[in-house]
């Protein structure tokens, strides 16, 4: 190889290192120290300075009033001041999206427009998912595709728990890569995202796709498809040609202005928004009601059973009997009987220390049944979650942590505290969603362990029963 030859060889690998440098910033807004760390991750640090010619750059915080351009918080409570020497002028940063990052005023966020999109032809079929949607499945599937042509309005899938809601997207997945989009499924949960991940792997095999969350150790890099908590969506400007928010009614989606902005904004101008729940709030049910946003409701579960509907025990004092571990009390001898199930059991308590105390209670008593506790603060929860699925664990306590995005073959629950008020009627139902969503073992146990009838366990109740009803009207369930 000559010299001409060497030195051409270096300005075209110089500009294929660019253009995989741009890649890594199509759609992103984001800071300079993050900027610098995406390249270094990849090892492309030289590309820094032609990035810098390129990229849009706003400020961090506007003032006077001041305004994050991240999170578009405005709320002057919710900055605060950087210590600095008398001469100095104040300088600020955002408390409310502080856990992403400090943003400061005086600093920039860097955003470099999505390339137009192209139709692409692939060699292997996009959608490896060999499943069969059902009648209502396939009548949500082709809801939102049709949904596509309306860009002004966001579309809302309202389905039951065990609908069956992941199955349904995966046509209007499809039909949007194939025509060049880049598509986006964000919720609230990172254990939401942790299931969604796999299953829409083994559903596009041929289809590259990242999964976003805090603490996530894989590098950021451009794919078409992205698994991404709501939070990460704070790091995307007109990056979506399809962004599918899940459990949107979850917390802490719901009620945060911010997220909300976030999800707004990471969609392009004429992409398209796509709201999933069971349980929809006063927000999703006053946007239907005004409408502006179009919906599709299934009221039935895929394999055409009913929900289990919950039956209310009273177990007294259940707080005193955990904490003197009172053996002759009424939850000691439903806890006994409760732990004799088949299957895998589920106890939901209203805190992480009322977990705790039971599972020790339990551990050290019931020798005869494999237990295990989790909870948001438990490193191990994503392995002790799997262990259950692979049958070494079969009594699972936990906080409100699963209460969504779990599913569990031949599951029994009981939610105990069922009166709680950390107990909403939203994650009543959620969490009696558990139960029965398997086709081979569509019932099971669900029980209301209480000191006491709240109205949210009698609102949940009402709706499940509801829903069956519905469906039931509708011809779409057995029994």
């Not at 083994?202 to 590259?208: I, L, N, W």
Request: aromatic residues 8%.
């Amino acid at each position: 190889m000559n010299i001409m030859e060497s030195s051409e060889k270096r300005v075209k690998e110089k500009e294929e290192g660019i253009e995989v440098a741009k890649s890594l910033l199509w759609g992103r807004l984001i800071t300079y120290h993050e900027m610098v760390s995406t390249l270094r991750q990849h090892g492309l640090e030289s590309c820094l300075e032609a990035l810098l010619d390129s990229v849009e750059k706003l400020p961090a915080v506007e003032g006077p009033g001041f305004t994050c351009n991240r999170c578009n918080n405005q709320t002057l409570s919710d900055f605060s001041e950087l210590p600095t020497l008398e001469e100095q002028a104040t300088t600020v940063y955002c408390l409310n999206c502080l856990n992403m990052g400090r943003i400061i005023q005086g600093d920039q966020l860097y955003f470099l427009p999505s390339p137009p999109i192209k139709q692409q032809s692939f060699d292997k079929p996009l959608l490896t998912w060999k499943g069969q949607l059902s009648p209502e499945q396939n009548r949500a599937a082709a809801d939102l595709i049709a949904s596509l042509e309306e860009i002004d309005k966001p579309h809302s899938i309202i389905a039951v728990t065990g609908a069956g809601k992941t199955e349904m997207i995966f046509p209007v997945i499809q039909q949007v890569l194939l025509q060049g989009g880049r598509v986006a499924i964000a919720s609230p949960r990172i254990d939401v995202c942790l299931e969604l991940f796999p299953r829409l792997q083994r559903a596009f095999q041929s289809v590259d796709m990242t999964l976003l969350y805090g603490g996530t150790e894989e590098a950021y890099r451009y794919t078409s498809l992205v698994i991404s908590t709501t939070h990460q969506l704070l790091r995307f400007k007109e990056a979506f040609d399809l962004l599918i928010v899940d459990e949107v009614d979850a917390f802490p989606y719901a009620g945060d202005d911010s997220l909300h902005f976030a999800v707004k904004r990471a969609v392009k101008t004429q992409g398209k928004l796509v709201y999933l729940t069971a349980t929809p709030d006063k927000t999703l049910n006053k946007a239907i009601e005004a409408d502006e946003m179009t919906q599709t409701l299934l009221p039935a579960r895929y394999h055409g059973y009913p929900l289990p509907e919950p039956s209310f025990y009273w177990v007294g004092d259940w707080r005193r009997s955990i904490h003197q571990r009172q053996q002759s009390s009424r939850l000691w001898q439903f806890l006994l009987k409760f732990s004799q199930l088949t299957g895998v059991k589920l106890i939901f308590l209203p805190n992480i220390h009322l977990a705790e105390l039971l599972f020790q209670w339990l551990d050290s008593e019931l020798t005869f049944v494999k237990a295990a506790c989790v909870h948001s603060k438990d490193p191990m929860r994503k392995q002790k979650v799997q262990m259950v699925r692979d049958g070494d664990i079969e009594l699972l306590l936990s906080t409100t942590i699963l209460e969504r995005g779990v599913t569990f073959t031949n599951c029994q629950v009981c939610i105990l505290g069922a009166e709680s008020r950390l107990f909403t009627t939203a994650a009543l139902v959620q969490m009696s969603g558990r139960v029965g969503r398997k086709q081979d073992f569509p019932s099971g146990e669900l029980v209301y362990a209480h000191q006491g009838v709240s109205w949210a366990m009698k609102q949940a109740e009402k709706q499940i029963l509801q829903m069956n009803l519905e469906a039931r009207e509708r011809g779409l369930v057995i029994g």
